[in-house]
């Protein structure tokens, strides 16, 4: 990974295919072959990613299960164009695909990216969001969409390019902002539940998570809609409790590092780390507070989850069989 990173910002010929993606396209089609049923393919629009909507795009006639998540920042791309992107990309993978809304964080990123002007105070962000949604869904509409707002304008106009996914292609998204989880409520389709960072505290976020879901689907109901709910989540998997719970504070103090580091270690929260029956034993609990979808994390990635489908999956399965 870290020669991947070299080279992708090395400028001329590299020798073969981009090892970035080759990565990636390796994790993706062992991630089906092992199992796996969705992923997320992160928006990073000052590393040396890929940006997320080419990398789903290559990546999606090398798999045939899997769902694509595309992650997508309103203020950078207009709603219009992410409604026929993820459209087009609905069609490509035989309805697979997804959207993941971010509402971003780094100003440097807008600025650099031809919307400084859009990185707006966090109530003026919701507020685009909720009109970014409004337009997606109108764009995928089979009725000429018309709509006037404080961000964004729509005259009379609907995509021509429509999705296989009926009624639309799932729309993820997490928050913690009240007006956020409104539109979230309204709009999306699945809400990443919120949770302490601290993997100390893994037994009050499962309680938490219950209370979260309940308020969430109280205000899906009040829309006359359902809401699926997710967790993103970092997973130790060790022989010992005490192995997993050293590269855990390994990981916290890595995540003092720098803001996307932080992300990775702070999706320890969760609390998945430890033996394979103690891991099993939370996911099973969360999953009786409403949690339906766990977004894994693994470090290393691949030999990760290569262990969590050898050592975890076969008791997941077996539960499900019983």
């Excluded at 991947?4 to 981009?18: H, N, Q, Y």
């Excluded at 928006?43 to 899997?66: K, V, Y």
């Excluded at 002007?117 to 009725?143: C, K, P, S, T």
């Excluded at 000429?144 to 729509?154: I, P």
Aim: charged share 25%; with cysteine; aromatic share 10%.
């Amino acid at each position: 990974m870290e020669a991947a990173i070299r080279e992708s910002g090395t400028r001329g010929l590299t020798d073969g295919p981009d090892k970035a993606f080759r990565f990636a396209a390796d994790m993706l089609t062992r991630g089906e072959e092992l199992g796996f049923e969705t992923t997320l393919i992160a928006e990073r629009w000052l590393g040396t990613d890929h940006p997320a909507w080419l990398l789903t795009s290559a990546l999606a006639p090398l798999t045939r299960r899997m769902e694509l998540m595309v992650a997508v920042h309103p203020g950078i791309i207009a709603p219009q164009a992410v409604a026929k992107f993820t459209a087009s990309l609905d069609r490509i993978s035989g309805g697979r695909a997804a959207l993941n809304i971010v509402n971003g964080w780094n100003k440097e990123e807008f600025e650099t990216f031809g919307a400084a002007q859009l990185m707006l105070n966090e109530a003026a962000r919701y507020r685009r969001m909720e009109e970014f949604l409004r337009v997606i869904h109108g764009m995928w509409g089979d009725e000429a969409f018309e709509f006037h707002g404080e961000f964004y304008h729509v005259d009379r106009q609907t995509s021509p390019l429509k999705p296989v996914q009926m009624p639309n292609p799932p729309i993820y998204a997490g928050t913690r902002n009240d007006t956020g989880k409104d539109t979230i409520a309204r709009y999306g389709d699945n809400w990443f539940v919120d949770y302490e960072l601290d993997y100390r505290k893994w037994e009050r976020n499962i309680e938490q998570a219950a209370v979260l879901i309940a308020d969430m689907r109280a205000r899906a109901a009040r829309h006359g809609r359902k809401l699926g709910f997710s967790m993103s989540c970092n997973v130790i998997c060790e022989h010992s409790n005490e192995a997993a719970i050293e590269k855990a504070n390994a990981l916290e103090e890595y995540g003092k590092t720098n803001r996307i580091a932080f992300i990775a270690s702070r999706a320890l929260g969760v609390g998945l780390l430890g033996t394979p029956d103690v891991i099993v034993e939370r996911i099973n609990r969360y999953e009786a507070a409403g949690v339906e979808t766990m977004m894994l994390q693994f470090h290393p990635m691949i030999e990760g989850m290569e262990t969590f489908a050898r050592e975890i999956l076969p008791l997941l399965d077996k539960r499900k069989a019983a």
